[in-house]
């Protein structure tokens, strides 16, 4: 009877530790559950619109600290005719940013594509009090404060443009033209890369250059 007793004794005491266990582990399975659901409702999502020559163009919901190549990858990918060139695929995106993917024809002809861009943004933009204004027009804010800079842009400057660098004549322009072809300049200390350009030259133009 004594031994009866201390067996259920026992078997009691080991079923309440199993539930005390098996309610901690429920108990720690929310916290960690809720832990997500925060985390999840904390962040920072963009909303980011990409045109161009991308299989699915449109407006995409990424998580802050994305990168234009995740946009890329978000809207389908890149067309068989893209030409990713003259873009900045590790660049992190931001709130109504504007992500135009060029065409191969686009990046070969690209002094013509900006001026028809800048046609384009010219007409969009408001132009007096009496006009419409059209708040989906295109930010030139950074290309804005780069022109007031007198900054040239080393990935998508004209041939006469890099010539107006010290110390980069028509054949060093040519080669900085066709090394961006194939490789984007993703920082300014890239043009050292470029044939014939060393720490001297740099030092001369790093100044007057941005990507």
Known sequence: MILLISSLTIFLFRKDIFKSRKKDKKEETEVVIKKKEKQASSEI???????????????????????????IEASGGLTENANTTVINLSKKIED???????????????????????QVIENCIK????????????NQSNEQSNTDNNLININTAT????????????????????????????????????????????????ENITV
């Open 45 to 71: 999502y963009f909303k980011v619109d990409i045109k161009g020559q991308v299989n699915n163009p449109g407006i995409y919901s990424l998580k802050e600290g994305s990168r234009v190549i995740d946009v």
């Open 159 to 206: 041939q006469e443009e890099l010539m107006t660098l010290s110390g980069i004549g028509e054949s060093k322009a040519k080669d900085i033209i066709t090394y961006r072809s194939e490789n984007a300049f993703t920082s300014i200390e890239d043009i050292k890369n470029v044939p014939g350009i060393g720490e001297s030259l740099f030092a001369k133009i790093k």
């Open 127 to 138: 132009k007096d009090e009496n006009s419409l204004q059209n708040d989906a027009c295109i």
């Open 96 to 118: 109504e940013m504007v992500i135009i993917i060029y065409s191969n024809e686009e990046v070969n002809n690209f002094a013509k594509t900006k001026e028809v861009e800048k």
